[in-house]
């Protein structure tokens, strides 16, 4: 079982920046992909960011390219998510979730991701 522990969330003006943390439990944290998923009101829950085990191979969904940055620190067994020039339309519950079962290929289905976190809110102003 892993433990993951999202963290850094608020609130920020829109063309602000926030960092997200999240903290997943083990000893074998830079064997995992990591994966950032929000869910915005009435909408379904859907993919950010993620990064790969070991090297940091990084991957995004196509809204936030250029403005968010997904890395990770192994000696922490933590993973950011940098969000820069936020818009209102990023406001949403942030998640991080583990890959625990992936070798090579980064997943953008849910379904892929198999430890979660309780999610940290974002809430952007205009």
């Known amino acids: 079982q892993v433990q993951v522990v999202e963290s850094g969330g608020g609130l920020v003006q829109a063309g602000g920046s926030l960092r997200l943390s999240c903290t997943a439990s083990?000893?074998?944290?830079?064997?995992?992909?990591m994966g950032w998923f929000r869910q915005a009101p009435g909408k379904e829950r859907e993919f950010v960011a993620a990064?790969?085990?070991?090297?940091?191979?990084?991957y995004y969904t196509d809204s936030v390219k250029g403005r968010f940055t997904i890395s990770r620190d192994n000696a922490k067994n933590t993973v950011y998510l940098q969000m820069n020039s936020v818009k209102p339309e990023d406001t949403a519950v942030y998640y991080c979730?583990?890959?625990?079962?992936?070798?090579?290929?980064?997943?953008?289905?849910?379904?892929?991701?198999?430890?979660w976190g309780q999610g940290t809110q974002v809430t952007v102003s205009s």
């Open positions: 083990g000893r074998t944290f830079s064997t995992y992909h």
């Open positions: 990064v790969s085990r070991r090297v940091g191979i990084t």
């Open positions: 979730a583990v890959d625990s079962n992936s070798i090579v290929t980064l997943k953008v289905a849910s379904s892929s991701y198999d430890f």
